[in-house]
Every structure is written in structure tokens, then in C-alpha cells.
T-cell receptor, first 114, second 115 residues
Framework: GNSVTQMEGPVTLSEEAFLTINCTYT??????LFWYVQYPGEGLQLLLK?????DKGSNKGFEATYRKETTSFHLEKGSVQVSDSAVYFC?????????????FGSGTQLTVLP | KAGVTQTPRYLIKTRGQQVTLSCSPI?????VSWYQQTPGQGLQFLFE???????NKGNFPGRFSGRQFSNSRSEMNVSTLELGDSALYLC??????????????FGEGSWLTVV
């Protein structure tokens, strides 16, 4: 079956530090990959996505590149802000016929200190 | 454009009771899915509906059920509540375009506490 493995948290960084959150996946086919973010007390918001190998998703200074050869989709940001403090989830979607479902990693808690 | 709307946002139920949660998808979205989020198990897929038909189901007991109406609104029901059902229940919607790259949008969730 499909699975997503994320870097264990929590991660604590100072403002303007560089961020990397590792994500690797196992899938039987050719999935699409996503990063979602969850702020305290809220639902999930889509941060970025990539649908094929070597695609780079980007949004709000965050980037992730779909690496098929290493089955990875690491999240990066060059300079984090306090407002980036949240839980980040890596996920994959592999359509099976008409069915659609996301498989999530365990989430990585990020805290950015001023 | 309104997002995915879930009601109620917070509720407390007693063990053995049942609960119904409601979800209104983004206008034009025909696929609705439900996820359970707990600290121990993380985010787990419950089921997906399209055109009032369940297309896919996760590994949950039969106490968890759902349905979708002709206007794409969805409800999920949990009967005979157990303490372990305490969780954030997230509804998500998407266009039913072909291919797995179709983006799935989430609501803010319904926080269920079972006492």
C-alpha cells in the first residue's frame, strides 16, 4: 500500500533560518504529492503540490521538488517567519479508478522563535 | 467563493450516544471525503462520496457511516460513541476531474469530544 514518512518533529528555528522538512513516500503507481499546513485550532490548508517527476511546487516562499528517483518531496523555505509556526503534513494522492484519497505523513510541528 | 463549511465546530457527547456531522463542499465540487485526525493515529481516511455514492472507504468499523445528498452536501454519523472516537473530523471536497493531481480542499473541522 501507499505510505508517507516525514521527518520527526518538533522542529524549532529562529526567525530567518533555513527550513527543510524531509518527506519520502512509497506508492505502487505514480502519485501526486502535496504539502498541507495546519495552524492551531484550524483545518488543513494546501500549501503546494506537484503532479509529476521534477515538478517544483511553490507558494509563500515554500518550495518542494518531486524527486521520483529518490521518492522524496522535501519542503524548504529560505527564511522562516514566526507566522510559519504550524504543523506541516506531506501527503500523496494516487487515484484508483475513480476513487480519490490522500495518504498523510505523521506531521511535523514547526515553531519559529523571534 | 466560500470554502468547505463544517458544522458544528465543537461538540461534546457521552459514550454510547450517536453524532451527526455536516459538511457543505465548495460550490461546484462533487466529491466529498472525510478524515479523522487524532494525536495517536494522525490523519486517517474515512470515506469518499460522489454523486450520492460511496466510492471509497477506509479501515473504520461500521459504526462510522456517511451519506451525500443531491446538492453534494454530506453528513457523517458515528453511532455508539466510544472514548477513542474523540477527534477532529475533517471534511474535504474536490472537483471530480480525472487524475490524482486534483486538489482536495479541507474545511476547518468538527471537534468531537466523547466523555
Amino acid at each position: 500500500g501507499n505510505s508517507v514518512t516525514q521527518m520527526e518533529g518538533p522542529v524549532t528555528l529562529s526567525e530567518e533560518a533555513f527550513l527543510t522538512i524531509n518527506c519520502t513516500y512509497t506508492a505502487t503507481g505514480y502519485p501526486s504529492l502535496f504539502w498541507y499546513v495546519q495552524y492551531p485550532g484550524e483545518g488543513l490548508q494546501l500549501l503546494l503540490k506537484a503532479t509529476k517527476a521534477d515538478d517544483k511546487g511553490s507558494n509563500k516562499g515554500f518550495e518542494a521538488t518531486y524527486r521520483k528517483e529518490t521518492t522524496s518531496f522535501h519542503l524548504e523555505k529560505g527564511s522562516v517567519q514566526v507566522s510559519d509556526s504550524a504543523v506541516y503534513f506531506c501527503a500523496l494522492s494516487e487515484a484508483r479508478g475513480s476513487a480519490r484519497q490522500l495518504t498523510f505523513g505523521s506531521g511535523t510541528q514547526l515553531t519559529v522563535l523571534p | 467563493k466560500a470554502g468547505v463549511t463544517q458544522t458544528p465546530r465543537y461538540l461534546i457527547k457521552t459514550r454510547g450516544q450517536q453524532v451527526t456531522l455536516s459538511c457543505s463542499p465548495i460550490s461546484g465540487h462533487r466529491s466529498v471525503s472525510w478524515y479523522q485526525q487524532t494525536p495517536g493515529q494522525g490523519l486517517q481516511f474515512l470515506f469518499e462520496y460522489f454523486s450520492e455514492t460511496q466510492r471509497n472507504k477506509g479501515n473504520f468499523p461500521g459504526r462510522f457511516s456517511g451519506r451525500q445528498f443531491s446538492n453534494s452536501r454530506s453528513e457523517m454519523n458515528v453511532s455508539t460513541l466510544e472514548l477513542g472516537d474523540s477527534a477532529l473530523y475533517l471534511c474535504a471536497s474536490s472537483l471530480d476531474a480525472s487524475g490524482p493531481g486534483n486538489t482536495i480542499y479541507f474545511g476547518e473541522g468538527s471537534w468531537l469530544t466523547v466523555v
